[in-house]
């Protein structure tokens, strides 16, 4: 956890509570992959170096989501 960004927390505890509160399920991670996904922060350095991960919503997912 503590490699991805704050926003990425945040999407994860949104989506939480939208399956949750709003769906009555449980998280499901395909619905997870379906509406975001994970985009490596490499390090401009070291090629095989990875910073970090940030979680972002899929193009076009705006509506759905």
Known sequence: MHHLTPNSILH?????????????I??????FRHLFLVRPQRSTKKIAEIRGAEVLLRHGMEEKY
Do not use: K, V, Y
């Open 12 to 24: 994860l505890s949104i989506f939480t509570h939208l399956c949750e509160a709003f769906l009555g």
């Open 26 to 31: 449980d998280p499901h991670f395909n619905l």
